[in-house]
Nanobody
Framework: QVQLVESGGGLVQFGGSLRLSCAVSGNVFSIYRMGWYRQPPGRQRELVADITRDGTTNYVDSVQDRFSISRDNAKNTIYLQMHSLKPTDTAVYYC??????????WGRGTQVSVAS
């Protein structure tokens, strides 16, 4: 089992920045991929960014060059640094992890709201 707890969401103005954190506990050694999904109001959940155990990162095109995902293995935490935020980035952001058995775990989500 893996537990994920997000923090760092909030309300920010257009063009502002936020950093989301996701603290991981439990069977962390089985995880090979972690990242962030988001679900805008009335829309489906979409992958934002992820990072593998070896540090390979992947981003959806709409956040490329604005968002950065990173991990601190000593703290069992991943981060999503978000810059140049737009109203279209408004969503609930969910942290996820996938382990070597392909089990998927989710955090409860954190709200990010960007005012125009």
């Amino acid at each position: 089992q893996v537990q994920l707890v997000e923090s760092g969401g909030g309300l920010v103005q257009f063009g502002g920045s936020l950093r989301l954190s996701c603290a991981v506990s439990g069977n962390v050694f089985s995880i090979y991929r972690m990242g962030w999904y988001r679900q805008p109001p009335g829309r489906q959940r979409e992958l934002v960014a992820d990072i593998t155990r070896d540090g390979t990162t992947n981003y959806v095109d709409s956040v490329q060059d604005r968002f950065s995902i990173s991990r601190d293995n000593a703290k069992n935490t991943i981060y999503l640094q978000m810059h140049s935020l737009k109203p279209t980035d408004t969503a609930v952001y969910y942290c996820f992890s996938r382990n070597v058995l392909d089990n998927l775990y989710w955090g409860r989500g954190t709200q990010v709201s960007v005012a125009s």
